[in-house]
């Protein structure tokens, strides 16, 4: 039997504020429903959760809460937890997640991919420069400066502070790239190293509103009609990738008939919370076991319906 520690970055703060309430929302479920899925695996006995003391977030006799507060910091709980093993998940925001990686990994050990895989991903400078260097697909920097582009933060998450402008013109904090009009997609994928197994290829659903990009919803297993292609993009991105491990998140869009990365995001996305009900129990127990085990089940998960999310 194995224990997990499950550590998500807002709702692990001692103190909230809600700046953002609609990535606090996301945050919250997302991370519900990835402790349903630890519970769910018969060879857990303990899950072990640092929240806040004034949320509100699932009971069962197999989950364990550590609260913090004002008076209690997630650092002192790190340092007095049990050393068993930590999944963990925090946004690009502000380089939010690589600190939050390291501070953890000062007390508990990791389940999750290399700090050089979490620092070079989390810039999306420095992802076009790996893509670009390793000859994979991508959408890069701006080639002209005459033109539709999009702006977006070198450290960002999802679409939050996304823009189109008709000038080149952007801040030091962000990278202008060609305005795009294809399909737009992610997929997950689960990894151990350069091993990998295709989860979910998902199709996103994208508006405008006033020249800012924003990602309304997704379609989870939406693009399954183009998973070859897309597991030959997976490939092609583990094969010169060292350290992956876990579910990585990968954004896509298609442009003339091949589809390219936009970012590469090494935790758990907004995609999963549509892999139990669409995927199953079985692709659910995979990626569990990963994380308990470090054993990677090579089988590829099949479809049983699509899902349409749309974000609150």
């Given at each position: 039997?194995?224990?997990?520690?499950?550590?998500?970055?807002?709702?692990?703060k001692s103190n909230i504020a809600l700046e953002n309430?609609?990535?606090?929302?996301?945050?919250?479920?997302?991370?519900?429903?990835?402790?349903?899925?630890?519970?769910?695996?018969?060879?857990?006995?303990?899950?072990?959760?640092?929240?806040?003391?004034?949320?509100?977030?699932l009971s069962h006799k197999r989950l364990f809460k550590i609260y913090t507060n004002k008076n209690n910091s997630v650092v002192s709980i790190l340092k007095n937890l049990p050393k068993k093993n930590v999944v963990f998940i925090a946004p690009?925001?502000?380089n939010i997640s690589s600190n939050f990686?390291?501070?953890?990994?000062?007390?508990?050990?990791?389940?999750h991919s290399d700090i050089n895989i979490n620092e070079t991903f989390s810039s999306k400078e420095r992802t076009i420069q790996f893509l670009k260097k390793n000859c994979i697909n991508h959408i890069g920097k701006a080639k002209k400066h005459k033109g539709k582009f999009v702006i977006k933060p070198i450290y960002?998450?999802?679409?939050?502070?996304?823009?189109?402008?008709?000038?080149?013109?952007?801040?030091k904090t962000e990278i202008i790239q060609d305005y795009m009009t294809g399909t737009k997609g992610s997929f997950s994928m689960l990894?151990?190293?350069?091993?990998?197994?295709?989860?979910?290829?998902?199709k996103q659903i994208v508006k405008i509103f006033d020249d800012n990009i924003i990602q309304t919803g997704i379609i989870i297993g939406g693009l399954e009609n183009e998973r070859s292609e897309i597991k030959s993009l997976a490939k092609k991105i583990c094969n010169v990738t060292e350290g992956f491990f876990g579910l990585i998140g990968v954004d896509i869009i298609k442009q003339n008939r091949k589809w390219h990365v936009l970012e590469i995001n090494p935790r758990f996305t907004s995609s999963y919370n549509g892999i139990l009900e669409c995927y199953g129990?079985?692709?659910?127990?995979?990626?569990t076991n990963l994380y308990l085990t470090k054993n990677l089940i090579l089988d590829e998960p099949k479809l049983l319906k699509t899902k349409r999310i749309i974000f609150s």
């Open positions: 039997m194995n224990d997990i520690i499950i550590l998500e970055y807002f709702t692990s309430k609609k990535i606090f929302l996301e945050a919250v479920g997302l991370i519900e429903n990835i402790i349903k899925s630890f519970l769910l695996n018969k060879n857990v006995n303990k899950v072990f959760f640092v929240q806040n003391s004034k949320l509100d977030i690009e925001i502000m990686q390291k501070k953890i990994s000062k007390f508990l050990p990791l389940r960002g998450a999802g679409s939050l502070a996304v823009r189109i402008s008709r000038k080149y013109s952007f801040r990894c151990n190293n350069k091993k990998f197994v295709l989860i979910s290829c998902n129990k079985r692709t659910i127990h995979q990626i």
